[in-house]
C-alpha cells in the first residue's frame, strides 16, 4: 500500500529533550516536507525537500532541523524543544512539488 | 507574502444540499491550488488539484474552480451527506512553499 508513515504519532516530552520524529514514503517520490498545525495558524511548513540531500527552510523553521539522506526518509528533529513548539506535525510527500502532495496520518507533540 | 483565506469557517447544512467552499488568496502567482479534506484526529487527504493553467477540476461530487486573476478558489459539494463532515482545506503552491488556508469546518446533519 502506498503512503506515508511517521513515529511516534504521539509523544509527550519535557523541555531541551532532544527528540526525532521520523518519515517514510515507499511512492519513490523526489519531494518531501514537514508542516505543523497549529489552532487558529493552520498548517505552516517547517522544512522541505526537492530530493536527496536537497533541503530548504519553510515558513517556520526556527528550533528544527531535518536531513535527506535516502529518498524515502525525512526525520524532523527538534535539538532543545520547548513548548511552544507543542503542536500537530505532519509529513508529506509528492512525485515533484507542483503535483498532488500525500500526506501522513499526523504526530502529535506536547511539550512540558 | 502569499495569503489564503477560506470563508466561512464553520457550515452546517442539512443532508442533500448543494454547497460552496471559497478560498481566497493575494498573490496570483501560483503554480497550482490543492483542496484537501480533514478528518478529527487524522491527516490529510487530497480532494483536487488544480493547475495554474486549468479552470476547473471534478471528481465525483466535487467540482473545484480556479480564477487566478481573481485570487479565488471555490469547491462545489453536490448532494452534500452525513460523510462529506470534515474540515476542508485550501493551499495554494507559491514557487517551493504550499500555503494552507485555516479551513472551512462542515457538518452535514441528517
Known amino acids: 500500500e502506498a503512503q506515508v508513515t511517521q513515529n511516534p504519532r504521539y509523544l509527550i516530552t519535557v523541555t531541551g529533550k532532544k527528540l526525532t520524529v521520523t518519515c517514510s514514503q515507499n511512492?519513490?517520490?523526489?519531494?518531501m516536507s514537514w508542516y505543523r498545525q497549529d489552532p487558529g495558524l493552520g498548517l505552516r511548513q517547517i522544512y522541505y525537500?526537492?530530493?536527496?540531500?536537497?533541503?530548504d527552510k519553510g515558513d517556520v523553521p526556527e528550533g528544527y532541523k531535518v536531513s535527506r539522506k535516502e529518498k524515502r526518509n525525512f526525520p524532523l528533529i527538534l535539538e532543545s524543544p520547548s513548548p511552544n513548539q507543542t503542536s500537530l506535525y505532519f509529513c508529506?510527500?509528492?512525485?515533484?512539488?507542483?503535483?498532488?502532495?500525500?500526506f501522513g496520518p499526523g504526530t502529535r507533540l506536547t511539550v512540558t | 507574502k502569499q495569503e489564503v483565506t477560506q470563508i466561512p469557517a464553520a457550515l452546517s447544512v442539512p443532508e442533500g444540499e448543494n454547497l460552496v467552499l471559497n478560498c481566497s488568496f493575494t498573490?496570483?502567482?501560483?503554480?497550482?491550488l490543492q483542496w484537501f479534506r480533514q478528518d478529527p484526529g487524522k491527516g490529510l487527504t487530497s480532494l483536487l488539484l488544480?493547475?495554474?493553467?486549468?479552470r476547473e477540476q471534478t471528481s465525483g461530487r466535487l467540482n473545484a474552480s480556479l480564477d487566478k486573476s481573481s485570487g479565488r478558489s471555490t469547491l462545489y459539494i453536490a448532494a452534500s451527506q452525513p460523510g462529506d463532515s470534515a474540515t476542508y482545506l485550501c493551499?495554494?503552491?507559491?514557487?517551493?512553499?504550499?500555503?494552507f488556508g485555516t479551513g472551512t469546518r462542515l457538518q452535514v446533519f441528517p
Open positions: 508529506a510527500s509528492s512525485p515533484h512539488r507542483v503535483y498532488e502532495q500525500y
Open positions: 511512492m519513490n517520490h523526489e519531494y
Open positions: 525537500s526537492m530530493n536527496v540531500e536537497v533541503t
Open positions: 498573490d496570483s502567482a501560483i503554480y497550482n
Open positions: 488544480i493547475q495554474s493553467s486549468q
Open positions: 493551499a495554494a503552491l507559491n514557487t517551493d512553499k504550499l500555503i
